[in-house]
C-alpha cells in the first residue's frame, strides 16, 4: 500500500508561502475588554485551528476522492484501483488522526466502521452497474445503520460534546450529497451533478469544525487552550475551502478534457463556479469593475492549463511549450500582485516557488494520467490539493496581519454552528471580503502589470 506522505502536518509548502512565522500567528495571545470577557487572539496558526485546518483537509479530500472513485467504477475506468486506494489512504490518515487523540483502538474502531460506509457505496455502485433495485436498497438500508453507528461512536468518544441525534442529521447529508452526485452522474444530469460535488465538499469543512471543537474542548491543554472557532481561523477555513476545491476541479476537468467526456463542459463549470465565488466577493467589496479584474488574473492560468490540455491532445508540442511559457509570465506576474497587494507580507520570490508547485502539481497528475501512471497522477492529485492549505494559510496570515482589528472577537461558549447537523457557517461569508478590502483595492495598483486575458 501507498503510504508515502504524511497527512497530519501542515503542509511544507507553507514555508514558501509564508516569509516569517509572525505572519501565521501574528499578534499572539490575547486581552480583556471592557466587560472582563476574554478577547481572542488574530492569529490563524495555533495548535488548536492547524488541527481544524488538518481534519478539513482529510474530510473534504474524502469527498471529492469517493465522487471520483464512484464516477471511475461506473464507468470501468482503468485508473479505478488507483482512486480507490486514495481513498482508503484518506481513512488511514482519519483513523491516525482520531487514534492520535483517542488512542490506538478508538483509531482502529473508528477506520472499521468509516470503512464501512466506504464498502456500502462501492456496494451501491455495483448494484448500479448490475441494475439491481434490490442490491441499491440494502446498500443504502446499510448506510442507514452505518450513520447510527457512527454517530454513537462520536458521540461517546467525546464525551457527548457532539449529540448522536446531531451526528447523525450531519452523515445523512453527506450519504445524501454522495449519492445524490453519483446517481445525477449515471443519469447524465451532470448539473446536478457538479453542484452537488461542490456541496459535498463544502459540507466536510463544517464537519472539520465541529470536531475539531470538540477535541479541543476536550482535552484543552494539549491545544494551548485555544479556539477553533475565531474569524482569524474562519477566515484561513474560507481560503483553504476555495483554493483547494480549485486544485481538486482543476485536476478533474483536465482528466475530462483529455478522455473527451460528455460531462467536461459541467466539470469546467464547476470550476468556473469556483473561480465565480471569488470574484463575486471581490465585486461585493470593490465593485464589478475589480470583480472582473480579479476573474480576469485568476482565470489566466486556468486558460492556459486548458491551452495545455487541448495541445496535448492534439499531439501539437509547440503549443504546449507555449502553454508552459505562459504560465511562467503567469507566475511572476500572480507573485508581484500579492507581493503589492500584502505590502510585502508575502513575498514575491517565495510566491513564485509556490506557485510553481502548484502548477508543476496540476501538469504532473496531468502528464501522468494521460500517460497511464494512474498511481503518480493520484499522489499528484492529493499533493495539489493539500499545497493549497499553505496557500490558505499564507494568504489568511497576511490578511489578519494587515487588518488585526477585524479579528478580534469574543471567546466562544458554546459549539459553533457546523455541518455536524445542519449546514455550516463556514463558507463564504461576508466577513472575509470585508476583511480583505485593502488585498482587493491593491488590484488597482498593480493593474498594468497583470495581462488582460480571458479564458478561451
Not at 472513485?69 to 470501468?76: F, S, T, W
Not at 464498502?119 to 441494475?131: M, R
Not at 445503520?145 to 467525546?158: G, I, P
Amino acid at each position: 500500500m501507498k503510504m508515502k506522505r504524511t497527512w497530519l502536518a501542515v503542509p511544507l509548502s507553507i514555508a514558501l508561502l509564508v516569509p516569517a512565522a509572525g505572519v501565521a500567528s501574528a499578534h499572539e495571545g490575547h486581552s480583556m475588554n471592557h466587560s472582563g470577557n476574554m478577547k481572542m487572539s488574530t492569529e490563524v496558526s495555533n495548535p488548536a485551528i492547524d488541527l481544524r485546518a488538518q481534519l478539513d483537509a482529510i474530510l473534504s479530500e474524502h469527498a471529492y476522492l469517493a465522487v471520483v472513485a464512484m464516477q471511475k467504477g461506473i464507468d470501468g475506468k482503468e485508473d479505478f484501483d488507483e482512486a480507490a486506494a486514495q481513498l482508503n489512504e484518506n481513512t488511514d490518515a482519519l483513523s491516525t488522526a482520531v487514534g492520535s487523540v483517542y488512542g490506538e483502538e478508538a483509531g482502529n474502531a473508528f477506520k472499521e466502521i468509516w470503512g464501512s460506509h466506504i464498502g456500502y457505496f462501492v456496494d451501491y455502485v455495483k448494484a448500479t452497474a448490475a441494475k439491481d433495485e434490490d442490491g441499491k436498497m440494502k446498500a443504502k438500508k446499510d448506510l442507514d445503520e452505518y450513520r447510527v453507528e457512527q454517530a454513537q461512536f462520536l458521540d461517546k468518544a467525546t464525551g457527548g460534546r457532539l449529540k448522536a441525534k446531531d451526528l447523525e442529521e450531519g452523515l445523512k447529508m453527506h450519504v445524501t450529497e454522495l449519492i445524490t452526485a453519483f446517481d445525477s452522474y449515471t443519469e447524465k444530469d451532470y448539473d446536478t451533478t457538479y453542484s452537488t460535488v461542490r456541496e459535498s465538499i463544502k459540507h466536510m469543512y463544517g464537519v472539520g469544525k465541529g470536531l475539531s471543537w470538540a477535541i479541543t474542548d476536550q482535552f484543552p491543554d494539549k491545544f494551548e487552550k485555544k479556539s477553533v472557532d475565531t474569524p482569524a481561523a474562519n477566515l484561513r477555513a474560507d481560503l483553504n475551502y476555495l483554493f483547494s476545491e480549485h486544485a481538486a476541479l482543476a485536476a478533474l476537468a483536465m482528466q475530462k478534457g483529455i478522455d473527451g467526456t460528455e460531462d467536461f463542459d459541467e466539470a469546467a463549470a464547476a470550476l468556473n463556479e469556483n473561480t465565480n465565488d471569488l470574484s463575486a466577493a471581490v465585486a461585493s467589496v470593490y465593485g464589478n469593475e475589480g470583480g472582473e479584474q480579479y476573474k480576469k488574473i485568476w482565470n489566466s492560468h486556468i486558460g492556459y492549463l486548458v491551452d495545455y490540455v487541448k495541445a496535448t491532445g492534439a499531439k501539437d508540442e509547440k503549443a504546449k511549450e507555449m502553454a508552459l511559457k505562459e504560465l511562467d509570465e503567469y507566475r511572476a506576474e500572480q507573485a508581484k500582485f500579492l507581493d503589492t497587494a500584502t505590502e510585502g507580507r508575502l513575498k514575491a520570490a517565495d510566491l513564485e516557488k509556490g506557485l510553481e508547485m502548484h502548477i508543476d502539481q496540476l501538469l504532473n497528475a496531468f502528464n501522468s494520467y494521460n500517460e497511464k501512471d494512474y498511481e503518480m497522477a493520484y499522489d499528484s492529485i492529493h499533493e495539489a490539493y493539500n499545497h493549497m492549505f499553505g496557500v490558505g494559510l499564507g494568504v489568511s496570515g497576511a490578511i489578519v496581519d494587515q487588518y488585526p482589528d477585524k479579528f478580534m472577537s469574543s471567546m466562544p461558549t458554546e459549539m459553533p454552528k457546523t455541518g455536524m447537523g445542519g449546514t455550516s457557517d463556514s463558507g463564504n461569508s461576508s466577513l472575509i471580503w470585508m476583511s480583505v478590502s485593502g488585498f482587493i483595492l491593491a488590484l488597482a495598483a498593480i493593474a498594468t502589470i497583470v495581462r488582460k486575458r480571458r479564458l478561451n
